[in-house]
């Protein structure tokens, strides 16, 4: 098991930058797959990004090319880089920790443990 905790969410204007973080808990960080998924109001929660345990990347169409996922194995950390937002970006962000390969990490029930979330509004 592991403990996540997100933070950096908050208020962005249209065109602006986030970055979000996700603290792990545990020494088997670096084991992890980790994901970030988000969910607006009234829609199912989708898949944004994963970060296999080698550090290679998987990201939605619809962040492509503005997002990047990152990991600092020393600091049990996940980071998303959020730039050029827009209002359709808008939803609460939460992370995620599973042990399935990169391959699989679109699929929320592949992950094992999940951050409490942080909200991201982009106003236009």
């Known amino acids: 098991q592991v403990q996540l905790v997100e933070s950096g969410g908050g208020l962005a204007q249209a065109g602006g930058s986030l970055r979000l973080s996700c603290a792990a808990s545990?020494?088997?960080?670096?084991?992890?797959?980790m994901g970030w998924f988000r969910q607006a109001p009234g829609k199912e929660r989708e898949f944004v990004a994963a970060?296999?345990?080698?550090?290679?990347?998987s990201y939605a169409d619809s962040v492509k090319g503005r997002f990047t996922i990152s990991r600092d194995n020393a600091k049990n950390t996940v980071y998303l880089q959020m730039n050029s937002l827009k209002p359709e970006d808008t939803a609460i962000y939460s992370c995620?920790?599973?042990?399935?390969?990169?391959?699989?990490?679109?699929?929320?029930?592949?992950?094992?443990?999940w951050g409490q979330g942080t909200q991201v509004t982009v106003s236009s």
């Open positions: 545990g020494r088997t960080f670096s084991s992890y797959t």
């Open positions: 995620a920790a599973g042990q399935k390969p990169l391959l699989f990490s679109r699929i929320p029930g592949n992950y094992d443990n």
């Open positions: 970060i296999s345990r080698s550090s290679s990347t």
